[in-house]
């Protein structure tokens, strides 16, 4: 088997996360078949949205679930950095022996540089000949290129670029992610307006969830929204504005 790395990207909610599932629930079925543990899947210990970690002691690591939005999950381990990654490959693979699939989610929201990203990434998949499969943004709240996936994209051996469905027009051309800050609350309803250009890059949050009480709107929320919907005030736009 060669090694390859397939990047899944996008905006939110299009359905990143899913593919990636498929990919590690085909791996776990066929590590069952076989009696082995031939998979890991890991996401940063930052992304607690739809399930928590718990500490393994023993094993030294935390435990949590990756789950996409159509509520999907699978067994994953949380780690903090791109060298965090690294480490807990190695750990499993001297428990279990060597790991041909290694997917790993929400790769923007490890702590790292690109190029350390690159080279462990290029380490599992051409130098150890592990299948590597990564979901990630691919640009940010403001539209802008979202390291380290576009730099991955480069060296990828694969990338499928996904669109998700504008919340505003309803287009099938959702290419950028909305963030919006709540301001208000008036008869039980949020406000939410455009992140300026200058707020912080990342903020971890989800959609806006149904029959959500009044006093729990989260402070941020983000939405699929086509180029034409998609909103910066205080970008700057040097040659041309819409």
């Known amino acids: 088997m060669s090694g390859k790395i397939v990047v899944y990207t996008g905006p939110m909610f299009s359905g990143k996360t899913t593919f990636l599932l498929s990919e590690l629930e085909a791996a776990r079925i066929s590590g069952e078949i076989r009696n082995r543990n031939s998979y890991v899947a890991i996401k940063p210990i930052i992304d607690r949205r739809y399930s928590d970690f718990r500490s393994d002691e023993e094993f030294g690591v935390y435990v949590g679930s990756i789950d996409s939005h159509s509520g999907n999950s699978i067994k994953c381990y949380g780690a903090e950095s791109f ?20 997917g790993i989610d929400e790769l923007n929201l490890f702590k790292g540089s690109p190029s350390e990203a690159l080279e462990i990434l290029e380490y599992f998949s051409h130098g150890r000949n592990s299948r590597v499969f990564c979901a990630g943004l ?10 380290p996936i576009p730099e991955i994209m480069s060296i990828a051996d694969e990338v499928y670029k996904r669109r998700a469905v504008c919340k505003i027009c309803g287009s099938l051309e959702a290419t950028r992610t909305q963030r919006l800050d709540l301001v208000d609350v008036k008869n039980g309803k949020p406000i939410y307006t455009p992140s300026p250009y200058d707020a912080e890059t990342i903020i971890v949050g989800g959609g806006l969830e149904e029959n959500i009480e009044a006093k729990n709107f989260p402070k941020h929320i983000y939405e699929p929204r086509c180029i034409a919907h998609h909103e910066v005030p205080g970008k700057p736009r040097r040659y041309w504005s819409f």
Do not use: A, M, Q
């Not at 965090?84 to 190695?90: A, F, G, H, L, P």
């Not at 691919?138 to 390291?147: A, L």
């Open 83 to 102: 060298e965090d990654i690294y480490n807990i490959v190695k750990r499993i693979e001297e428990r279990d022996g060597k790991l041909e699939i290694i």
């Open 138 to 147: 691919d640009t940010n709240y403001r539209g802008e290129p979202f390291s």
